[in-house]
C-alpha cells in the first residue's frame, strides 16, 4: 500500500513540475483577436495577459467614439477568452482530460 502511495507521489510530483514547464511556455504563446472587419486588433499571451492592441486610423474619429469603445472592448474579452481556451487545452493534454478544479 505504501508503495502505491509512493508511486502516486511521483505521479503527482512530475504532474507539477510539468504543468509549471507548460506555464511558462504559455507566456512566449500569442493568441490574436480582430473584431469590426479587422478595425481593431488585440493580442494575448498565453497568461491571459493582454499586450497589444491595434486600432485602424480610419475609425478613430471624435463622432466614433463610443463605436471604438465597444470595439476594444470586444477586442480585448474575445483575446483573452481565446488565451483562456489555449491554456485550458495545454493542460488538458497534460492531464488527460482530467479537470482539475482551480487550474483553469
Do not use: C, H, Y
Not at 480610419?58 to 477568452?81: D, F, N, R, T, W
Amino acid at each position: 500500500m505504501a508503495k502505491g502511495m509512493g508511486d502516486i507521489l511521483k505521479q503527482a510530483q512530475m504532474m507539477q513540475s510539468k504543468m509549471e514547464s507548460i506555464q511558462k511556455e504559455l507566456a512566449d504563446k500569442r493568441v490574436e483577436a480582430s473584431v469590426g472587419g479587422g478595425m481593431v486588433k488585440v493580442i494575448a499571451d498565453g497568461q491571459q495577459n493582454v499586450l497589444d492592441i491595434k486600432i485602424s486610423p480610419e475609425i478613430v474619429k471624435p463622432e466614433e467614439a463610443e463605436m471604438l469603445q465597444e470595439l476594444v472592448l470586444s477586442g480585448v474579452q474575445e483575446a483573452v477568452k481565446m488565451s483562456r481556451d489555449l491554456a485550458a487545452r495545454e493542460m488538458s493534454a497534460l492531464t488527460g482530460g482530467m479537470s482539475l478544479p482551480g487550474m483553469f
